[in-house]
């Protein structure tokens, strides 16, 4: 028999076998792909009921040849997973119903030590390979939050294999599950945090594991992507940076006027200028005369130094539907006020529309956060790495204030200046938040 024909011989469609009362369950990973080597008993796709986690094993070695489903799939016992090209030895092998592995997710415990197999499947536990990664091992294991890590049996081995606490691991998979490239991404951040000190050193308590389903309706809804990758940046950002903030009042009164008389005046050129725009021109000026604040530290030299910048690129951030953004304009220090406004306006309506460049969100040097527009008196802006100041600014309002003998209305915008306390120090923080009000209250200074 030629080899062509031999291989054709030998190749077998595996199926789901009988997973109980289970129908239409939907597939949450495929383990194999063609041309992937496999042994007798490896699992090949993970199925999730409501009630069971299902991992369907191989009845033969061999060789994947082709794959029939895909991650969302819903199978029922008989619909074919994959075309193997079994190995001779499996061919003259009686026929051997394949036993799905099923565990109880996330409630079931997983001893440690065992394999996760139950039913007539079941297998002797095989003693634990060393562990491939003895960094990650520092930290023991929680067995009771491991026992309710969302994971399935082949991926809890993977960890238990790597010594990996699945309760420190956060999942990207429908309802969190932890994904194989969960536990890889855990250990790759754990070892590169302890080779850089890049902050993997903090021990924090697991997140707490809930079913809020117990206590009344829910829904799940998934993060945007903006969301997502935002999430991870702000996260490192606040546990990574000393955050101090610096609340103050600058009085705008007459520059609201001011505002308001150029609007009137461009209301034929479809340009609006907004607070904004004089806030980027006001905080060049305190950039000029307080240069740390455009600064950033670096240490890749080997010692820690500040890079001072001579340009001044300021983002401001912009709410859209999807999140928030921060798109920048460029050298700030050489734009009027209207010349700002058309830009930032253009900028901020490409954000939502979701049209902005990776070019138009780079490259700032410090960031203006305006919620004027919606309200509060003051809050704590977080700062955006690698910058080492961020300017957050509420809506303005109406306020009595003692001048020369007696109170006048005066319209008075909250300040909220976020600083790296390892770069600045409250004093000069202080001095750049009335330096900046004194700006604002007379746009003139600028021209000094």
Same mark, same amino acid.
Request: proline residues 7%; negative net charge.
């Given at each position: 028999?030629?080899?062509?024909?031999?291989?054709?011989?030998?190749?077998?469609?595996?199926?789901?076998?009988?997973?109980?009362?289970?129908?239409?369950?939907?597939?949450?990973?495929?383990?194999?792909?063609?041309?992937?080597?496999?042994?007798?008993?490896?699992?090949?796709?993970?199925?999730?009921?409501?009630?069971?986690?299902?991992?369907?094993?191989?009845?033969?070695?061999?060789?994947?040849?082709?794959?029939?489903?895909?991650?969302?799939?819903?199978?029922?016992?008989?619909?074919?997973?994959?075309?193997?090209?079994?190995?001779?030895?499996?061919?003259?092998?009686?026929?051997?119903?394949?036993?799905?592995?099923?565990?109880?997710?996330?409630?079931?415990?997983?001893? &440690?030590? =065992?394999?996760? /197999?139950?039913? $007539? +499947? *079941?297998?002797?536990?095989?003693?634990?390979?060393?562990?491939? @990664?003895?960094?990650?091992?520092?930290?023991?294991?929680?067995?009771?939050?491991?026992?309710?890590?969302?994971?399935?049996?082949?991926?809890?081995?993977?960890?238990?294999?790597?010594?990996?606490?699945?309760?420190?691991?956060?999942?990207?998979?429908?309802?969190?599950?932890?994904?194989?490239?969960?536990?890889?991404?855990?250990?790759?951040?754990?070892?590169?945090?302890?080779?850089?000190?890049?902050?993997?050193?903090?021990?924090?308590?697991?997140?707490?594991?809930?079913?809020?389903?117990?206590?009344?309706?829910?829904?799940?809804? &998934?993060? =945007?992507?903006? /969301?997502?990758? $935002? +999430? *991870?940046?702000?996260?490192?950002?606040?546990?990574?940076?000393? @955050?101090?903030?610096?609340?103050?009042?600058?009085?705008?009164?007459?520059?609201?006027?001011?505002?308001?008389?150029?609007?009137?005046?461009?209301?034929?050129?479809?340009?609006?200028?907004?607070?904004?725009?004089?806030?980027?021109?006001?905080?060049?000026?305190?950039?000029?005369?307080?240069?740390?604040?455009?600064?950033?530290?670096?240490?890749?030299?080997?010692?820690?130094?500040?890079?001072?910048?001579?340009?001044?690129?300021?983002?401001?951030?912009?709410?859209?539907?999807?999140?928030?953004?921060?798109?920048?304009?460029?050298?700030?220090?050489?734009?009027?006020?209207?010349?700002?406004?058309?830009?930032?306006?253009?900028?901020?309506?490409?954000?939502?529309?979701?049209?902005?460049?990776?070019?138009?969100?780079?490259?700032?040097?410090?960031?203006?956060?305006?919620?004027?527009?919606?309200?509060?008196?003051?809050?704590?802006?977080?700062?955006?790495?690698?910058?080492?100041?961020?300017?957050?600014?509420?809506?303005?309002?109406?306020?009595?204030?003692?001048?020369?003998?007696?109170?006048?209305?005066?319209?008075?915008?909250?300040?909220?200046?976020?600083?790296?306390?390892?770069?600045?120090?409250?004093?000069?923080?202080?001095?750049?938040?009335?330096?900046?009000?004194?700006?604002?209250?007379?746009?003139?200074?600028?021209?000094?």
């Amino acid at each position: 028999m030629s080899a062509k024909g031999q291989g054709v011989a030998n190749t077998r469609q595996v199926s789901v076998p009988d997973i109980g009362d289970f129908s239409d369950v939907p597939v949450i990973e495929v383990l194999v792909r063609a041309g992937d080597a496999i042994q007798a008993e490896d699992s090949l796709i993970v199925l999730e009921s409501d009630k069971a986690t299902i991992e369907v094993p191989s009845p033969h070695a061999g060789v994947v040849a082709e794959v029939f489903v895909k991650v969302g799939d819903k199978v029922s016992e008989g619909v074919p997973i994959l075309a193997l090209q079994a190995d001779e030895a499996a061919v003259d092998e009686p026929e051997k119903p394949a036993t799905a592995e099923v565990e109880t997710a996330p409630d079931a415990a997983d001893a &440690p030590g =065992s394999s996760g /197999k139950t039913g $007539s +499947g *079941a297998s002797e536990p095989a003693p634990e390979a060393p562990p491939r @990664h003895p960094a990650v091992m520092q930290r023991p294991i929680d067995e009771a939050a491991f026992a309710k890590a969302h994971a399935s049996p082949s991926v809890r081995r993977f960890a238990r294999e790597l010594g990996v606490d699945l309760a420190r691991v956060d999942g990207s998979g429908p309802k969190r599950r932890i994904l194989r490239e969960d536990v890889q991404s855990y250990v790759k951040a754990q070892l590169s945090g302890r080779r850089g000190g890049g902050g993997g050193e903090l021990d924090l308590l697991p997140w707490p594991q809930v079913d809020f389903a117990r206590f009344g309706p829910v829904e799940f809804k &998934p993060l =945007s992507r903006i /969301k997502r990758l $935002s +999430g *991870a940046n702000l996260h490192r950002n606040w546990v990574m940076i000393p @955050h101090v903030t610096q609340f103050d009042e600058a009085d705008v009164t007459d520059l609201e006027a001011w505002r308001k008389e150029t609007n009137d005046t461009l209301k034929d050129e479809g340009v609006k200028v907004t607070i904004l725009a004089f806030l980027m021109r006001a905080a060049v000026a305190a950039l000029k005369k307080f240069p740390e604040f455009n600064a950033s530290l670096d240490s890749s030299g080997g010692e820690p130094g500040l890079v001072m910048k001579s340009y001044y690129h300021l983002g401001f951030a912009a709410d859209t539907p999807n999140g928030l953004v921060v798109p920048v304009i460029r050298d700030v220090d050489r734009k009027g006020v209207i010349d700002i406004a058309r830009e930032a306006a253009g900028l901020a309506n490409r954000a939502r529309d979701g049209k902005l460049g990776p070019a138009e969100m780079q490259g700032a040097s410090f960031t203006i956060s305006s919620l004027g527009g919606i309200g509060g008196t003051a809050f704590t802006p977080i700062i955006n790495a690698p910058e080492v100041a961020i300017l957050g600014v509420s809506r303005a309002g109406i306020r009595p204030v003692y001048h020369e003998g007696e109170f006048v209305p005066r319209l008075l915008l909250p300040l909220s200046l976020s600083y790296d306390h390892r770069v600045i120090d409250g004093a000069t923080a202080a001095r750049f938040t009335s330096h900046l009000s004194e700006v604002l209250a007379d746009m003139r200074r600028i021209l000094l």
